[in-house]
């Protein structure tokens, strides 16, 4: 099974170090892994043109693992939305993937990726 860092950087190259990653996203105001801005658990990254200086975040999102595609949304429209008087605009689309990965002593581990 190969692993993959989500998103490239800005010069659209496969990211190798973590680090990169995690530099580009203390850029952003919410959404950190694993834990939040709030102190609690987040099992998720969010990224935003906050990180645009760092990575590639009007391309593509890649899966973190090879997988199979359980379910997908690609709606037509972004949906709207006013926060505290600021318009926005977002995307509910996603991709369900799971993973099943064999450890070299032949344990399997099934994990799911939403993205």
């Known amino acids: 099974m190969q692993f ?3 998103l490239r950087d800005k010069a659209g190259k496969e990211i190798i ?3 990169v ?7 952003e105001k919410s959404g950190f892994f694993p834990v939040d801005v709030d102190g609690l658990w987040h099992n998720a990254i969010h990224f935003t043109d906050a990180a645009k200086d760092e990575l590639a975040v009007d391309g593509s999102v890649a899966c973190i693992a090879d997988g199979e595609v359980l379910a997908y949304r690609l709606p037509a429209t972004y949906k709207q939305s ?18 099943v990965y064999e450890t070299p002593k ?10």
């Open 4 to 6: 993959k860092f989500p």
């Open 82 to 99: 006013s926060v505290g008087g600021v318009d926005y605009s977002y995307s509910n689309a996603f991709t369900l993937v799971r993973h």
């Open 21 to 27: 990653l995690l530099q580009a996203l203390r850029a």
């Open 106 to 115: 032949g344990n399997i581990l099934v994990f799911f990726s939403l993205y």
């Open 17 to 19: 170090d973590h680090t």
